[in-house]
């Protein structure tokens, strides 16, 4: 069986660094928002190429708390794509705001910067762009819309830890970008963990407080906050993986040029593009019969996953919101796409018989 992930093989490398940060984190006594959550954010922010890392609980609070820091009007209007994973719409209602959906390119799987300037109301207040599945958004004439129009451009880098276009990083685009560090994102935690990374030096202080109950100094509070804090333990190992995730990117990256060169056209593949460095959280391909493709794999003993089978519009938590609009781009992708093992639990061996079995579908 070659699964579609499997957490336990790609954390293994990490279980003597983890086990001697352990014994010391034991010895030491200091659980939440200490030394080590503090050297991570340091870390992780330097890695990105950003000024300030704010540790949170997860990816969600970390989109949450980037849009309340924001301070926009209420009820404002945030640009987010229509086949986002929904944590990134949540966050907007979450803020009492208004998600207004934007078709991705159906190459890119991206938001499509042509759709934005239509949608754009007095009202706007922010585009949340998502890197989705690993590749970045073409910033470029997002940034050029959002500065024409006076928009914050927040991030959701939850999948895209390292991707760069540009040459520059996922992360260092917007005023604020939010991570999720899940434990199957590129760089997991063994739990929940989230950051925030900015340069923005009043909107750090806001964040500081806003995820330990709007508090600067012990029991004086400034802001109605939350309890949203990093664990030390989580970023202890968080420290351990960050030192192995470029090694990690890179064998995704070569798990996917083995699909690339290999898959049979009936594939449509994703694209790989000059001036992108993608780093495939997920490696998707589409096919019209996905779903007799999957059995197929399954019966072959080759896990899959979809991301996502239901659309954010058509999911009936926000279906009364969103009702009556109509996404035929991301209907058509969550109809068709099909992820396909690319983890650093998979060898080249692995992935050359996922080749060759799909190959004679
Ligand atoms: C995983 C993910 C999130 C949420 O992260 P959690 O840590 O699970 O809260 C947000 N946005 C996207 C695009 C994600 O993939």
Redesign the pocket.
């Known amino acids: 069986m070659i699964p579609y992930e499997n957490l336990a093989k790609v954390n293994e490398p990490f279980h003597q660094e983890f086990e001697n940060r352990f014994s010391r984190f034991l010895e030491k006594g200091w659980y939440i928002l200490g030394e080590e959550v503090q050297r991570f954010e340091q870390q992780f922010a330097d890695y990105i190429g950003v000024q300030y890392g704010i540790g949170v609980a ?3 609070d970390a ?1 949450v708390l980037s849009l309340t820091a924001l301070d926009l009007p209420e009820h404002s209007e945030v640009i987010v794509p229509s086949n ?2 929904i ?2 719409i949540l966050a907007i209602l979450r803020c009492g705001h208004i998600p207004v959906l934007v078709e991705p390119d159906i190459r890119t799987y991206n938001i499509d910067p042509a759709g934005i300037e239509a949608v754009i109301t007095p009202a706007t207040g922010a585009i949340l762009v ?1 890197h ?1 599945y690993g590749k970045c958004c073409d910033m470029d004439p997002i940034l050029n819309l959002a500065s024409k129009h006076g928009l914050a451009v927040v991030e ?1 880098c ?2 895209s830890h390292g991707a760069r276009y540009k040459g520059r990083m996922a992360g260092t685009f917007g005023i604020l970008s939010a991570f ?1 560090f ?1 434990p199957s ?1 590129n760089l997991g935690a063994l739990g ?1 963990a ?1 950051a925030v990374l900015t340069n923005n030096d009043p909107l750090k202080t806001e964040l500081q407080m806003l995820r330990n109950y709007g508090s600067q100094k012990k029991y004086y509070n400034e802001r109605i906050g939350y309890n949203s804090r990093l664990d030390e333990l989580q970023a202890i190992f968080l420290q351990v993986k960050l030192a192995g995730l470029e090694q990690i990117n890179r064998h995704k990256r070569k798990l996917a040029g083995l699909y690339l060169s290999q898959l049979k056209s009936d594939f449509i593949l994703p694209v790989a593009e000059e001036g992108y460095e993608d780093v495939y959280h997920i490696f998707n391909i589409r096919h019209p019969e996905r779903d007799r493709l999957r059995s197929y794999l399954l019966q072959n003993g080759i896990g899959t996953e979809i991301h996502y089978p239901v659309p954010p519009h058509r999911q009936n938590a926000l279906k009364d919101l969103l009702q009556g609009a109509e996404f035929p781009i991301s209907d058509q992708i969550h109809a068709t796409t099909l992820s396909l093992p690319v983890s650093c639990c998979h060898s080249e061996a692995d992935i050359e018989r996922v080749i060759a079995v799909l190959n004679a579908f």
């Open positions: 997860n990816g969600l989109l986002t994973y944590a990134s998502v989705l959701d939850a999948q999720s899940y994102k929940d989230g």
